[in-house]
């Protein structure tokens, strides 16, 4: 196992009616400004539940936060926030806006240029607190120090990790999740079960705890994820991956272990060139990127294999294309496809991809940094 810190001050509020426990958690005398997206928060009344918790403490809102926020979109919330000397940013929705918080968090007293920092992952300076009440079990953001914004003119989409970005408390109701559209809900196991494998399936260290966690989540997501589909509001269903999708992402199976993350990474391109959903692109790139990375994964491929999909028969090889298999249908079954063509995107993709991926500096990408741009093109050409 790998050295490291582990570091999580994300105070978690989990279950039913804990909206009502938000005021325990922001000062009585904060100025408050609620972000939300583009109206889900407001038309299933969490808006309504969160004004009243909040009492008579000065409440600003700022809505309109798209999915795969935009930086425009936060520089106009971040204007709001000094000229009405916000103290305490609130962030009601689901990945997008969060994450837009945590950059209006760190944007607001920044002094010089903004996307520099982001893009450059230099230190922030003071940043403004924040909570979240999330209402869609994805990305995990609500307990890890991570944002992804997308820079529109610039055609890129970029990550920015920093411990000041945790956010103080997480408000978790799975009843919250009632309403998403199957669309969200299978996205959002998706993106989960990449997170797992992100970090899961590199090499192996020894590391016995993160693993039997990481199998966990993952055939915990196997088992659940469908019937959160077919059992829309199913409390014990929901509850299961709401907190599965946290657990995924907040640094614990992380710990000590070697990470991948170019799925992500490459991923990202595909949202910021063609507006994929963020879950769409794993679904898509993963299944190849094992495909293409099957002999440095081996003994984790067939690790997997094994204790995920209980497969045990034939030889390694076979066992490793079954695994790679399954973990396409498991997509798929989800409803979330899994080839570049059945979005409809143009075969130059791949080649506007790549030149996404020169131009911000991003490759070479893997646990072993050995993704380079012939291997990133196999691999978004078995995806198309
Ligand atoms: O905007 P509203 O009207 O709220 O609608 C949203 C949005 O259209 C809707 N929604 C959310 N909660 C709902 C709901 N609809 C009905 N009922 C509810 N309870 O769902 C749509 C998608 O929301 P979004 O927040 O974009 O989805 P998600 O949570 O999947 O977040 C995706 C973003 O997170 C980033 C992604 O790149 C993407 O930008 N990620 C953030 C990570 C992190 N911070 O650690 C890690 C991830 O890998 C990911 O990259
Ligand atoms: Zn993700």
Known sequence: MFNFDYYNPT???FGTQRIADVALHIPADARVLITYGGGSAEKYGTLAETRAALGDREVHEFGGIEANPHVDTLMRAVALVREKGITFLLAVGGGS???????????????????AMWSQRLPPQQVLPLGCIMTLPATGSEMNP????????????????????????????PRKSYTLPPRQVANGVVDAFVHVIEQYLTYPVYAKVQDRFAEGLLLTLIEEGPKALTDPENYDVRATVT?????????????????DWATHRIGHQLTALYALDHAQTLAVLLPSLLSV????????LLQYAERVWGITDGDEAARITRAIQKTRDFFDDMGVKTRLSA??????CIDEVLANLQRFNLLPQG???DIDEIKARRILSLSY
């Open 11 to 13: 105070r978690v509020l």
């Open 97 to 115: 806006v969060v994450d837009g918080t945590k950059f209006i968090a760190a944007a607001t007293h920044y002094e010089g240029d903004i996307w």
């Open 146 to 173: 991570t944002a992804v914004v997308t820079h529109t003119e610039l055609g890129a989409k970029v990550g920015y990790s920093h411990p000041a970005l945790y956010p103080r408390f997480a408000i978790l109701d």
């Open 243 to 259: 907190w599965a999708a946290t657990l995924a992402l907040n640094g614990l199976i992380g710990a000590g272990v070697p990470q």
């Open 293 to 300: 990375q099957r002999d440095t994964k081996r003994l984790k």
């Open 343 to 348: 979005y409809g995107l143009p075969e130059k």
């Open 367 to 369: 646990e072993h940094h």
